[in-house]
């Protein structure tokens, strides 16, 4: 069976510090893979998604970038943290149906 | 830019009763729909999937699809507490540069009460 982990599960760092979320998927191969991230009481919004290695469509003009270096490996990474990249952020992995999250990195800068 | 719309609720129904959960989307291409459960301080979790125009059925969940008036809904049949949580709309996107991204509504804020 599939499964889907992310890490870490809370996270505080101060405004100006790097960030590096990783999310690696177990049981598939090329599967789509997604960030989403969702501000309190919000939807999810769409950050990143990659459907092959190297392959990364950005969805929003913002502080942060996406990696795939390997199939099952997804990376949100920025290199100075805003107090407004403080969120929910989502991993998830697909293929031609229905996505499936990760648990999830919470995520406050202070 | 490709929509998908919720009422946000929140949407208050009693223990036992059927709660109706409602979903449109811009994307007339669109062939592949979801229904996402979230529990406060947790991932979304699929709860149903739907291709075709019609109802699909799964123990007390029924999605219907309509792909002409471009909406589909969840129905929760004998409510229970529960099944307290936000619900998630999603669709998927058909095919050329967008293929596989998935779009979400804002969720619609369920709350039973027994």
């Known amino acids: 069976s599939q499964t889907i982990h992310q890490w870490p599960a809370t996270l505080v760092q101060p405004v100006g510090s790097p960030l590096s979320l990783e999310c690696t998927v177990e049981g598939t191969s090329n599967p789509n893979l997604y960030w989403y991230r969702q501000a309190a009481g919000r939807g999810l919004q769409l950050l990143f998604y990659s459907v092959g290695i190297g392959q990364i469509s950005s969805e929003v003009p913002q502080n942060l970038s996406a990696s795939r270096p390997q199939d099952r490996q997804f990376i949100l990474s920025s290199k100075k943290l805003l107090l407004s990249d403080s969120g929910f952020y989502l991993c998830?992995?697909?293929?031609?149906?229905?996505?499936?999250f990760g648990q999830g990195t919470r995520l406050t800068v202070v | 830019q490709k929509e998908v719309e919720q009422n946000s609720g929140p949407l208050s129904v009693p223990e036992g009763a059927i709660a109706s959960l409602n979903c449109t989307y811009s994307d007339r291409v669109s062939q592949s729909f979801f229904w996402y459960r979230q529990y406060s301080g947790k991932s979304p979790e699929l709860i149903m999937s739907?291709?075709?125009?019609g109802d699909k059925e799964d123990g007390r969940f029924t999605a219907q699809l309509n792909k002409a008036s471009q909406y589909v809904s969840l129905l929760i049949r004998d409510s229970q507490p529960s099944d307290s949580a936000t619900y998630l709309c999603a669709v998927k996107d058909a095919g050329g540069t967008s293929y596989g991204k998935l779009t979400f509504g804002q969720g619609t804020i369920l709350t039973v009460h027994p």
């Open positions: 998830a992995w697909g293929k031609t149906g229905a996505a499936f």
């Open positions: 739907i291709y075709s125009n």
